[in-house]
């Protein structure tokens, strides 16, 4: 069971960077999942961002390599999010997800929890 706080969103311009973050507690250390980022707007279904897996591979959705980069502070028990570049259509609500599958290194079903999500805002 883990627990999932995020953190750091905001209004940025576009072509601005934002970092987000995401602080995990709970029984289990968040090195025993795969730890992810999603977004969502009202508009659209949830989508993932990008993963974390437990042997450090990341991936990330096509559209956003080379612009967003996900990272890993065990010691912390924190993941972070940082967006570079950003444009108007990566408005949206980000949840980070603590999973207990992986495909790949991409972080699947089941997750073990959900974070409350937050909200960033590119103008």
């Known amino acids: 069971h883990v627990q999932l706080v995020e953190s750091g969103g905001g209004s940025v311009q576009a072509g601005g960077s934002l970092s987000v973050s995401c602080l995990a507690s709970g029984s289990t250390h968040m090195s025993s999942f795969c730890m992810a980022w999603f977004r969502q707007t009202p508009e659209n279904e949830r989508e993932g961002v990008a993963s974390?897996?437990?042997?450090?591979?990341?991936t990330y959705a096509d559209d956003l390599k080379g612009r967003f980069t996900i990272s890993q502070d065990n010691a912390k028990n924190t993941v972070y999010l940082q967006m570079n570049s950003l444009k108007p259509k990566d408005t949206a609500m980000y949840y980070c997800?603590?999973?207990?599958?992986?495909?790949?290194?991409?972080?699947?079903?089941?997750?073990?929890?959900w974070g409350q999500g937050t909200q960033v805002t590119v103008s």
């Open positions: 997800a603590a999973s207990l599958g992986t495909h790949g290194s991409t972080c699947v079903a089941p997750f073990a929890g």
């Open positions: 974390f897996a437990q042997d450090g591979r990341t």
